[in-house]
C-alpha cells in the first residue's frame, strides 16, 4: 500500500523538525525519505516511484529555491511544497510561479501539510502516466518503417488512398497495405484516434 | 666686664686643668645635635639647659624659643631643683625687660628671681637672625660669666640656632610630605570615583550594544524559537494520528511524546539565553566552558547565518580549561564578532562567505580566533578598528569592537586583529587560566 502512494522526500536542517515531519507522513502510511541538505537530496536516486518534495526554504549551502532552480535545469520533475519558518511574499511568488505546489509558514496544520502533499504526490503521478503514455506512443512511432511513417503523415494530413498512391508513386493497394498496417502497430481504433496521436507526436504534413 | 683671662695670673697647671676642661665641654656642647637629631624643640632645649648648668655649673638656666609649629616655648632649669617646682612663665616674666631689647647687654646682674641677693646673668639671642629665641644663663657667682663661659654659651646657642633650624626644615618635611600624601589620597579617592562611573557608562553602553546586536538577530532568533515549536507541533499531530489508527501505535505516540518535551526544552533554552543576553545584570566570575559559551551564541546566530547564506564552520578543541568571568559579557564579544564578519562579507557573491570560529590552548590560555572571508581590513583599519567611534560602516556606531576590547581586557586578555593572507579579518582574543 505504501508502495503504491508513492514516497515523500524531506529537506530540512534541522534535525528536530525532520524527525517530526517523517513521523507525521509515516503514520498516515506514506514512505518518507529524510535529508539534512539540498545538496544530500541531488545525491540520492529517487526510487520510481510517484514522489513529493517537502523543502525547507533555508538552508545552509543551497537553499529550497536553489534546488528548486536546480532540479528544473536537471529536468528533476518532483513537485515541491516548500515550509519556512518566515516566508515572505516575494519568496513565495518566486516559489509558486516556478511550480511549487504549497508554500506553507511553519507551524502549519498538519491536514494543510498533508493536503499538499497528497496533491503534488497526485500530480507526480499524472504526470508519469503522461510520461509513460507519451513514451509508449514514441515507441509505437519508432516501430514503423519510413514508407509507413510517410503514409501515416498523409492519412493523418486527411489525403485519400489514391490521393497518397500518387503523392508517393506507389499503388493504391499498398498504400492500403501500408495504412493498415500502421493502424495496426500504433494500436489506432480509427482514424480519430491516429490523427490524436499524430498530433501528440506533432507530425507535420509533409509539403507536396 | 669679667674674664679668666683677666683674673691675674693662674699656675701652669690650674690653666691647663681648666683649658682641659673647657675642650672636654666644648666637644660634649658639639655632639648635642647628635642627641637631638630628629627631636622636637622642647626636647633639645631641655637637653641644652641641663647640660650648661652641669657643665658651666649654673645656678639658672632659661631659654625661650619659637618651637616648629610656631608655638611659643619656655623652660626653665634651676640647680638642684626639680623642672617642675620651677614656673617658666613667672620666671619669664621677671626676665623680660632684660631679655626683650634687640641688642641685650652682654651680661648683667639683676636682683635674684630665685633667690636670695644678686644674680650674674647673661642674654643670648639666637637664630639665624636673632629671632628663634633667647638663652639665659645665671650663676650667684659674681664673675659670671668668664670668657670661656661666655664662648660655651655661644656655641650653646649656636648649636640651639643649627637644631631649631634642622627641626623646623624636618617639620616643613614633614608637613609638606603630609599634605602631598593627603593630595594623592584626595586625587586618587577621585580617580577611584571617576573610574567607577566610567566602568558603570561602560557596563551601560556594552548592556546597550548587546541589546542592539539582539536586535539586529530578532528576525533570525525568532527562527531559532520558531523552529523547534513548529516540530513539537508537528508531532502532536503525528501523536494523534498514531493514536487514531486501528489499532493505536502507542510506542510511535510515546516516542512523539518524548519528542515534544525535547523540542518545548529546546524552545525554553533558546529563549533563556536570549534572556541572558537582553538582562542588564552586574558583571559575574564564574568558571565559564568557552567552548559552550560559543555554541550558545552559534545557535542564536544560526538563523542570522543562513539568512545571509554564511557557511560557519566551527573547530572546538577538546577539553580546554575553564576560564574564570562573565558568560553574557564573553558571549557578547563572540556575538559582536560575529555579526561584524556577516557584515563584511555581505558584499561578496553568496557561496563564498565563510565563517570559522576556532578555540585552541595556548601559552596565555585560552585563544579563540573568529575568521571571515571578507575584503579584510586597510593596514589604518588594523591599528584603529579597536578604538572607539571608529568604523568603516555606513550605519555603525564604532563601539562594538571598542567593547570587545574592553570586555576582553577586563578578563586579562587580550584582543587583536590581522589579515588573512588568502582573503578576509582575522579576529582573536585570548583569555587566560584561573591563577595565571
Known amino acids: ?208 | 666686664m669679667a674674664s679668666g683671662e683677666e683674673r691675674g695670673p693662674v699656675n701652669d697647671s690650674g690653666e691647663i686643668h681648666h683649658l682641659r676642661s673647657c675642650i672636654s665641654n666644648l666637644i660634649s656642647l658639639q655632639a648635642l645635635p647628635a642627641i637631638w637629631a630628629g627631636g622636637e624643640a622642647s626636647r633639645f632645649l631641655s637637653v641644652m639647659l641641663e647640660a650648661l648648668i652641669g657643665m658651666l655649673h649654673l645656678d639658672f638656666a632659661y631659654a625661650q624659643a619659637i618651637d616648629t609649629l610656631g608655638g611659643r616655648l619656655e623652660m626653665v632649669r634651676i640647680r638642684h631643683r626639680r623642672p617642675a617646682d620651677v614656673d617658666a612663665a613667672k620666671i619669664g616674666r621677671a626676665l623680660e625687660p632684660w631679655v626683650r631689647g634687640d641688642e641685650p647687654p652682654r651680661s648683667m646682674t639683676i636682683l635674684n628671681p630665685i633667690g636670695e641677693g644678686q644674680l650674674s646673668i647673661s642674654p643670648l639671642r639666637f637664630g639665624i637672625q636673632g629671632d628663634s629665641g633667647v638663652l639665659v644663663a645665671g650663676s650667684e657667682r659674681p664673675d659670671f660669666p668668664t670668657a670661656i663661659e661666655m664662648l660655651l654659651l655661644r656655641v650653646a646657642a649656636n648649636q640651639a640656632t643649627i637644631a631649631l633650624h634642622e627641626a623646623g626644615v624636618a617639620t616643613r618635611q614633614r608637613q609638606t610630605g603630609q599634605e602631598l600624601e593627603r593630595r594623592v589620597e584626595e586625587r586618587t579617592r577621585e580617580l577611584r570615583q571617576t573610574s567607577e562611573a566610567l566602568l558603570e557608562a561602560q557596563a551601560e553602553l556594552a548592556h546597550v550594544n548587546r541589546v542592539t546586536a539582539m536586535g539586529q538577530l530578532a528576525a533570525s532568533i525568532t527562527h531559532e524559537v520558531m523552529q523547534p515549536i513548529a516540530a513539537g507541533i508537528n508531532d502532536a499531530y503525528a501523536a494523534r494520528r498514531w493514536l487514531g489508527i486501528q489499532p493505536p501505535n502507542l510506542d510511535e505516540v510515546r516516542q512523539s511524546l518524548d519528542r515534544i518535551v525535547q523540542e518545548g526544552n529546546r524552545a525554553a533554552n533558546v529563549v533563556g539565553r536570549i534572556r541572558a543576553m537582553f538582562r542588564n545584570a552586574p558583571p559575574r566570575k564564574d568558571a565559564v566552558e568557552i567552548n559552550e559559551a560559543i555554541r550558545e551564541v552559534v545557535v542564536l546566530t544560526h538563523g542570522e547565518l543562513l539568512k545571509n547564506n554564511v557557511a560557519m564552520q566551527t573547530q572546538l578543541a577538546e577539553d580546554l580549561p575553564c576560564i574564570q568571568g562573565d558568560r553574557v559579557q564573553l558571549q557578547q564579544v563572540i556575538l559582536n564578532l560575529i555579526i561584524n564578519a556577516v557584515e563584511a562579507m555581505s558584499s561578496l557573491r553568496e557561496g563564498s562567505r565563510e565563517l570559522l570560529i576556532n578555540t585552541r590552548k595556548d601559552a596565555s590560555g585560552v585563544l579563540v580566533t573568529v575568521r571571515d572571508s571578507g575584503s579584510g581590513l586597510s593596514a589604518e583599519s588594523l591599528e584603529r578598528v579597536f578604538d572607539a567611534f571608529y568604523t568603516t560602516k555606513t550605519g555603525g556606531m564604532g563601539m562594538g569592537l571598542s567593547i570587545c576590547r574592553s570586555i576582553v581586557e577586563v578578563h586579562g586578555g587580550r584582543i587583536w586583529a590581522s589579515r588573512d593572507f588568502g582573503q578576509g579579518a582575522i579576529f582573536q582574543f585570548t583569555l587566560p587560566l584561573p591563577g595565571a
Open chain 1, 1 to 208: 500500500m505504501t508502495e503504491a502512494h508513492g514516497v515523500v522526500f524531506i529537506v530540512d536542517d534541522d534535525a528536530a523538525m525532520r524527525r517530526s515531519l517523517e513521523s507525521l507522513f509515516r503514520s498516515v502510511g506514506l514512505r518518507v525519505e529524510v535529508f539534512a541538505s539540498a545538496q544530500d537530496f541531488l545525491r540520492c536516486t529517487p526510487p520510481n516511484l510517484p514522489g513529493c518534495l517537502v523543502l525547507d526554504v533555508r538552508l545552509p549551502g543551497l537553499s529550497g529555491l536553489d534546488l528548486q532552480r536546480r532540479m528544473a535545469e536537471a529536468n528533476l520533475d518532483i513537485p515541491i511544497v516548500f515550509i519556512t519558518a518566515h516566508g515572505d511574499i516575494p519568496m513565495t511568488v518566486r516559489a509558486m510561479k516556478a511550480g511549487a505546489v504549497e508554500f506553507l509558514t511553519k507551524p502549519f496544520r498538519d491536514q494543510d501539510l498533508l493536503d499538499a502533499t497528497h496533491l503534488g504526490l497526485e500530480r507526480d503521478r499524472e504526470a508519469r502516466a503522461q510520461r509513460a503514455a507519451s513514451q509508449e506512443l514514441q515507441n509505437r512511432y519508432h516501430s514503423l518503417t519510413p514508407r509507413e511513417r510517410e503514409v501515416m503523415a498523409y492519412v493523418v494530413a486527411g489525403l485519400l488512398n489514391k490521393q497518397i498512391a500518387a503523392e508517393l508513386g506507389m499503388s493504391e493497394t499498398t498504400v492500403k497495405i501500408h495504412r493498415h498496417r500502421v493502424m495496426e502497430k500504433m494500436g489506432a481504433d480509427s482514424l480519430a484516434g491516429l490523427v490524436r496521436m499524430a498530433d501528440r507526436l506533432s507530425i507535420r504534413v509533409p509539403k507536396s
